[in-house]
């Protein structure tokens, strides 16, 4: 590899749109500061699991003092949040090093030319079968913040098919988050709900199922033509300027020659084994319903050694491969600022104890809906809350001790605010600039918040809609 092409190794993140994301972030933080000044503070007894006890809201008379607000971003590192901080920060520092490794020694290179030399003449069925794959893996077993592995791999074979980086985006992060959204078994968002609605676990497959065949049809169908249009047209798409140096990098004029070296081969057959191993542990940790506890930690390891032995394999000693890891390193580094204000936005809501106020002035505001009515608010409630709570179990531990009876008053029933639970919570989670997992996304592959939100409001409006449509169904035929 020439000094030039050791220097664009890797993944580069645009300082200039780090900047921007950071300042952005600055002012919702500033705009949650404000908010514990003005709105009433409360708080909910909450049982032995965490859950709130419906009827026990009850005002705090002082305010969250102004010190703890400017000092978020290192009181934060005293509270629960800390820990998700670290592992946020873990898996970038493991992304931008291994991804470095695997750029020097070729190897994805390779797994590009082997994917383009099968599907090649069919590179539309492989969209639609990523897309259903990555779906599939969220609507299942809960795969979220795993994604971002597949996020630089898919950006890369999306450049070399002729499209860009947002069907790249729309062919790992967005399905798994539209995944989500279509929930069948996940853990994170059915499980939780239903054990805590006193329903059957998995109970009402059936309808889910068709749930997740709408929001499939949508996503696919929406990349398809995008993509086909920007092949068409590649000036026609917003990142073409950004996408030029990534095109130049991984272009693919000497595939056969990737594809005939024994030490490349051997590498990538290395690397593609640890990223199987990532899916048992995925596996594992749905069906011993670890919540996490296998699949993230399992991830960091096996994308890391498999990063490592595929360095090995194509010649690189050991003083290389750690100094390569750490000039990887290096190139992410801007994204952590980014990480570190949303944690100190997620720590201001918490120490300002405004998410119970909200929650009580909700409920008394659906107890006198009709179902549909009441259906459709609890719906916009859960994709607001998302910009204050991003995890979906924290969420239903919060609104589903006061939900459940307050939807057995209205006549909705428990089924259907699962539903509308699981629509909320998943497609939103690539909506807001206080969604790490986002941020991170299109950092990599340098990406300005308003442009992904230029690309992508389409797309959230159609499942939107599509999400109206089947909740007022889940009403109509008494989904239980």
Do not use: H
């Amino acid at each position: 590899m020439t000094e030039t092409e050791n220097k664009q190794a890797g993944l580069k993140i645009n300082k200039k749109t780090v900047i921007l994301i950071c300042v952005l972030l600055a002012a919702i933080m500033a705009f949650a500061g404000v908010l514990t000044q003005v709105l009433p503070r409360g708080i909910y007894e909450t049982d032995a699991e965490g859950a709130i006890i419906n009827g026990t809201y009850t005002q705090i008379e002082d305010k969250l003092p102004l010190w703890k607000i400017f000092l978020a971003p290192i009181l934060v590192f005293g509270s629960e949040t800390a820990l998700t901080g670290v592992g946020i920060i873990l898996i970038i520092t493991l992304i931008g090093g291994t991804f470095l490794i695997l750029d020097k020694c070729s190897v994805l290179k390779y797994i590009m030319a082997a994917i383009i030399e099968k599907f090649g003449k069919r590179k539309y069925l492989l969209l639609n079968l990523m897309i259903l794959a990555c779906m599939v893996l969220s609507s299942t077993a809960g795969i979220l913040e795993e994604s971002v592995t597949l996020v630089p791999i898919a950006v890369a074979i999306s450049l070399a098919l002729g499209w860009d980086s947002f069907v790249g985006l729309g062919m790992s992060l967005i399905a798994v988050a539209f995944g989500f959204t279509a929930a069948t078994f996940n853990p994170f968002n059915v499980v939780t709900v239903q054990k805590m609605a006193a329903i059957p676990v998995f109970s009402g497959t059936a309808f889910r199922i068709i749930v997740f065949i709408v929001v499939y049809l949508i996503l696919a169908g929406f990349m398809t033509i995008y993509a086909k249009r920007i092949e068409k047209n590649p000036q026609k798409s917003m990142c073409y300027e950004t996408d030029i140096a990534l095109r130049e990098k991984y272009n693919l004029d000497d595939s056969i020659a990737v594809l005939n070296n024994p030490q490349i081969k051997k590498a990538s057959k290395a690397f593609i084994c640890c990223l199987c191993g990532v899916l048992v542990c995925i596996i594992a940790d749905f069906v011993l319903g670890a919540e996490g506890g296998i699949s993230l930690p399992g991830m960091a390891i096996l994308f890391f050694t498999g990063g490592m032995l595929a360095g090995k394999f194509s010649g690189m000693n050991g003083k290389q491969l750690f100094k390569s890891f750490g000039e990887g390193i290096k190139t992410v580094a801007p994204i952590v600022p980014v990480i570190l204000i949303i944690l100190s936005i997620t720590y201001i809501l918490d120490e300002g104890n405004i998410i119970p106020t909200i929650l009580n002035y909700v409920y008394n505001l659906i107890s006198g809906l009709s179902p549909y009515w009441a259906i459709l608010m609890l719906f916009a409630f859960i994709v607001i809350l998302e910009f204050f709570v991003g995890s979906g179990t924290a969420k239903a531990f919060l609104v589903m001790p006061i939900v459940l009876p307050l939807a057995d008053m209205v006549n909705v029933t428990r089924q259907s605010v699962t539903l509308a639970f699981c629509l909320g919570d998943g497609f939103t989670n690539l909506l807001y600039p206080t969604s790490g997992i986002m941020i991170i996304a299109i950092g990599l592959v340098n990406i300005s918040y308003g442009k992904w939100l230029k690309f992508s409001w389409k797309l959230f409006a159609l499942e939107g809609i599509a999400s109206v449509a089947l909740m007022l169904t889940a009403v109509a035929i008494n989904y239980a």
